[in-house]
Structure formats: C-alpha cells, structure tokens
C-alpha cells in the first residue's frame, strides 16, 4: 500500500506565500512522478505541477512564474512540495497530491488552501 500525507495548507491573504508539503511511503518503487492537482467548487480537477524521477517538471500556466515544485529523494524521504508566492483568490481550492507508479494514480486526502483578497 502507499500513503500520501499532505500538510502545510490554510488561510492567506492575496499576495501572500504558502507551501504545501506531500510525504509518500509504503510500497514505493520506480516512481514515475509526484505533483499537485487542485479542485475549486463547482469545478474540475485540474493539474497544477508534477516532477518526474529525472526532476522533469510540468506547471499549469495559471501559475507558472508563482509556484514550484521539487521533490526531497534523500533518505527515501519521496516528500513533494509546492512552494506557492504571490497568492491569488482564484488560487482557493483543494490541493491533492499525486503520485504515480507506472500506471496507478495515487492521492492523498487533500489540503485546504484559502485565498482572502
């Protein structure tokens, strides 16, 4: 089994930082990639960044320029994080993380992440 524990969510005013954290373990090998999907009500989920084993990234226009992504592989750590600057309110949403070993998808429960303009 794989486990998926996300932290670092909460309220922020616009503008402000705010960085998410993802630490996977249990049955983990050849990792394909890690990353963030985010979920605003009413709508779908939709990518916001992922990191490859070789540290390859893809991240979603609406947040490129503010948002990073990079993965801790020291120690087996397989932590993700998403560094987050100049928060928008359009930012508000559900963070889930994802991990992916060759053809399963794995998520964790989600973080909260409110943005107050």
């Known amino acids: 089994q794989v486990q998926l524990v996300e932290s670092g969510g909460g309220v922020v005013q616009a503008g402000g930082s705010l960085r998410l954290s993802c630490a996977a373990s249990g049955s983990i090998f050849s990792i394909n990639a890690m990353g963030w999907y985010r979920q605003a009500p009413g709508k779908q989920r939709e990518l916001v960044a992922t990191?490859?084993?070789?540290?390859?990234?893809?991240?979603a226009d609406s947040v490129k320029g503010r948002f990073t992504i990079s993965r801790d592989n020291a120690n087996a750590k397989n932590t993700v994080y998403l560094q987050m600057n100049s928060l928008k309110a359009e930012d508000t949403a559900v963070y889930y993380c994802?991990?992916?070993?060759?053809?399963?998808?794995?998520w964790g429960q989600g973080t909260q992440v409110t943005v107050s303009s």
């Open positions: 994802n991990l992916k070993i060759l053809t399963i998808n794995y």
């Open positions: 990191i490859t084993s070789g540290d390859r990234t893809n991240v």
